[in-house]
């Protein structure tokens, strides 16, 4: 341990982080690390996965249900509001039961709401049980992280962290291909029913293997109010950033929710400061390597999730691949954090976070410039140059910041540490989102209509142009039904082009975000109470 101050539950304190309450060496297979591991990662998969596989399952479900475009996008938006506003709570939950039951409820339930999606006949269905997969997944992403945390001696936490961030990687990116596999020769329903056994495999190796693990100064109450400001301001916030696009930027509903999250975060902090067992304890941000570490997990989001959700409408609208070989082109992507997440975790462990993040972030700045160059003429190995390179950049970052960030927590605060993590990660990826969206939605209202008219096409009245630069945002062209076939190759020359000028641009913004990121990672440093969980387990 450092000389430093250390932070408590109830701000600046002076004491050492609490070790766990049953400190005793594991033996067999109860609390054994690396089994420990492999059944927080099964569970982890199962969370990671339904963020992107379900993106491929929704047109066959908008066609089985007969539901509008509208409704469709409450299936990827109930799931992910869920999510981004429960996990900091969850997390809060998990320090106060047990990282162990907190896991196994959150396994269980998500298992058994993936099969009633799979049941179900009605989009509403759906949609709720959607949203009861996002709250059970906000238990168990914290959970997995406390557990590790409190099994892994220190000098292997980085290790374990780095198999723990290859897991989510290849998950994410994995999504669109097996869920490609599964619509294509299944049906949409066993994107939702494969959950069932894989969730089924995590709660066995649970019982059996998870140990459980309290700080011996863990809550033991809630911060009601706390809850409900946190979770309001967080709501808001997403909400606004998921509907700004329809709504535009400059809205005044757009504009009040953000005021509202704004006065609710606001209201958060000064209640925080009052009660006697707050939610988040601010004295958590005063560590610098914290506060830098939250803040870099949300610039890699922004400039990673904002960019990648362009490339994938790049592949399948520009390029006309299938969704299967869209995510076969991203393999590279997948390859690299896969391999560089362990990688990733020895070089954190030997050097420090600092060089590892700031090296990755550079990294991930060159691809996403090497990204805006892509044409529509850009052949394979071209493109799986920078998805590689971005992939190998942002694992160090998924490591590194997660380690920086539970790390310099108490050991008490491991939960609340781990929502904080994954809370930032989806809000991060919410504003890439929405501001690079804004970005791309920019650059083609100023160039479709000067594109239209230099191609020699027939003019269009403003509510056809407003539909069109619609279709081109995501690199569809607006060809008309029996459009001839030489004015129908003009217009999706010219929609190409659109959609591939507002990329690069899109990218480009994402490339100065990574910069930025560059300077933050300088702020990171190694967990100054790691050792705070070294003594639950030895390997």
Same mark, same amino acid.
């Given at each position: ?14 004491? /050492? ?37 379900? &993106? ?16 469709? #996008? ?95 990687? &290849?998950?994410? &990116? ?204 850009? %052949?394979? %190995? ?41 809370? /930032? ?38 509510? #056809? ?13 607006? $060809? /008309? ?27 480009? $913004? ?25 003594? /639950?387990?030895?390997?």
């Amino acid at each position: 341990m450092t000389s430093q101050t250390t932070i408590s539950a109830t701000g600046p304190g002076d004491k /050492a982080p609490a070790a766990p309450s049953d400190p005793t060496p594991s033996t067999g297979l109860r609390g054994h690390p690396w089994f420990t591991l492999i059944t927080v990662a099964v569970g982890v998969m199962m969370v990671a996965l339904d963020g992107t596989i379900v &993106a491929i399952a929704n047109p066959a479900i908008q066609k089985d249900l007969g539901a509008s475009f509208a409704d469709v #996008q409450w299936i990827t938006n109930g799931y992910f509001l869920a999510l981004a506003v429960s996990l900091i709570t969850a997390g809060k939950l998990g320090d106060r039961f047990g990282h162990r039951q907190t896991f196994l409820i959150g396994v269980s339930g998500f298992a058994l709401a993936s099969g009633a999606i799979g049941l179900s006949h009605s989009i509403a269905f759906v949609v709720t049980f959607r949203v009861l997969q996002g709250l059970f997944g906000a238990l168990l992403m914290p959970a997995a992280l406390g557990l590790l945390r409190a099994t892994f001696p220190a000098e292997k936490l980085n290790m374990a962290i780095g198999l723990w961030g290859m897991v989510i990687g &290849a998950s994410t &990116a994995g999504g669109p291909i097996l869920g490609g596999v599964l619509v294509e020769h299944v049906n949409w329903q066993s994107v939702f029913f494969i959950n069932v056994p894989v969730g089924a495999i995590a709660l066995v190796l649970g019982v059996l293997i998870l140990r459980d693990h309290r700080a011996e100064n863990a809550p033991r109450s809630f911060d009601i109010l706390g809850i409900v400001l946190l979770s309001g301001a967080m709501f808001c916030l997403v909400w606004a950033l998921i509907k700004a696009p329809a709504w535009g930027w400059g809205s005044a509903t757009t504009w009040t929710f953000l005021a509202v999250s704004v006065l609710g975060f606001a209201l958060f902090a000064f209640w925080e400061q009052k009660v006697a067992e707050p939610l988040i304890p601010l004295g958590l941000f005063r560590s610098v390597p914290l506060s830098a570490g939250v803040v870099l997990m949300v610039l890699m989001a922004i400039a990673f999730m904002g960019g990648l959700f362009f490339v994938t409408f790049y592949l399948q609208n520009v390029h006309g691949m299938s969704p299967i070989d869209a995510g076969l082109h991203l393999l590279p992507l997948t390859g690299m954090m896969i391999v560089g997440s362990p990688l990733a975790g020895a070089a954190i462990t030997k050097l420090g976070p600092r060089i590892p993040l700031a090296g990755g972030m550079a990294a991930t700045a060159i691809a996403m410039y090497g990204m805006s160059t892509l044409t529509s003429d850009t %052949g394979s %190995g071209v493109m799986s140059i920078w998805f590689a390179l971005l992939g190998f950049g942002l694992a160090p970052v998924m490591v590194g910041a997660t380690e920086v960030i539970v790390g310099n927590a108490p050991m008490e605060l491991s939960g609340v540490a781990g929502g904080l993590q994954q809370a /930032a990660m989806q809000i991060g990826g919410s504003l890439g989102t929405a501001v690079l969206g804004a970005v791309m939605a920019s650059r083609v209202d100023s160039d479709l209509a000067g594109n239209w008219a230099d191609a020699g096409l027939p003019k269009l009245t403003q509510p #056809q142009l407003d539909a069109a630069a619609e279709a081109v945002q995501v690199g569809v062209a607006p $060809v /008309a039904p029996n459009t001839p076939e030489t004015i129908a190759a003009k217009i999706t020359q010219v929609a190409h082009d659109t959609f591939i000028s507002g990329m690069s641009l899109a990218c480009l $913004v994402a490339a100065g975000v990574a910069v930025v990121a560059v300077f933050v990672a300088f702020l990171t440093k190694r967990g100054e109470n790691a050792e705070a969980g070294a003594g /639950a387990a030895h390997i």
